[in-house]
């Protein structure tokens, strides 16, 4: 954990609402779910150490010097996320790992209400609307893929002064995981191999 003075505090609160209301890769292979799989090149040396959502049974490696907030400000953020996103109640903020020096994060959520087995569409087609309605339609890029026989939507968004990418990521007999990467622009370019090798390691158990 770190200890996060008040300039990061308010860097990490804006990044938050503001995604709230809100890759680079092998060739593909065969499809699995009517979709292309690829395979990203994860390179470990510019991953961390495994993060697990238990309840989504799923686990993902933020990228390097992404370092977890501490439980009081997670706390807080949980709470705000409940209040700015009232109408996505399926998903909870699990975990945040910023790297302050690049203006760099990962923000991890388990979206309860989100399963394969399950009607899909109509979460999916809310939780896109949300995105074009506050972004703009034409700065909202989707896709979708299998990565590690996970089914993922991805959303690339570009803000002003942020570029995100939001990816959903589902299977069969648990809940989903919402991946939130954010870069500022300028820094986005050198942090792009960051985010592709974090991607290629989203894992069921």
Not at 40 to 67: H, Q, R, W
Not at 76 to 104: C, H, P, W, Y
């Amino acid at each position: 954990m770190i200890n996060l003075n008040l300039r990061l505090v308010s860097f990490i609160l804006v990044i938050v609402i503001v995604m709230l209301l809100s890759p680079g890769c092998d060739k593909p292979k065969e499809n699995l779910y009517g979709v292309e799989r690829l395979s990203f090149d994860v390179v470990d040396s510019l991953i961390g150490t495994a993060f697990m959502v238990e309840k989504a049974n799923k686990a993902v490696c933020p990228p390097i010097d992404c370092i977890p907030i501490a439980d009081s400000l997670l706390d807080l953020l949980k709470q705000r996320q409940k209040l700015a996103a009232a109408d996505f109640g399926e998903i909870e903020m699990a975990q945040m790992f910023v790297d302050s020096t690049n203006n760099f994060g990962l923000i991890v959520s388990e979206v309860s209400g989100l399963l394969l087995m399950e009607d899909t569409s109509v979460f999916i087609d809310k939780y896109t609307e949300a995105l074009y309605k506050h972004y703009g339609k034409d700065n909202v890029k989707t896709g979708n893929y299998v990565v590690n026989d996970i089914l993922v939507n991805n959303y690339l968004v570009t803000g002003d002064q942020y570029i995100r990418f939001q990816l959903l990521c589902m299977s069969e007999k648990s809940p989903a995981l919402e991946l939130q990467y954010f870069a500022s622009k300028e820094n986005y370019p050198a942090l792009i191999k960051k985010i592709e090798s974090s991607i290629g390691t989203v894992s069921t158990n």
